[in-house]
């Protein structure tokens, strides 16, 4: 259950943090920042963010056990 909230927590940072980075037009170098686009919507996204931000939510969670 908590990998479940933690991705979910991890998704919310990586989807933040890739609209701010994203928006001023510069892809991050490593985190390798790109848009996504769905519908008529821009979304940025980035899989090493979500990955690295799923891992401090499911470590922090494990701390607060």
């Known amino acids: 259950?908590?990998?479940?909230?933690?991705?979910?927590?991890?998704?919310?940072?990586?989807a933040t943090l890739a609209l701010v980075i994203g928006s001023q037009g510069s892809s991050a170098g490593p985190l390798a920042i790109h848009a996504v686009h769905i519908a008529d919507a821009k979304m940025y996204w980035s899989w090493p963010i979500f990955v690295s931000a799923s891992g401090l939510s499911f470590g922090i969670m494990l701390l607060q056990r």
């Open 1 to 14: 259950m908590e990998l479940l909230k933690a991705m979910t927590f991890g998704a919310i940072l990586s």
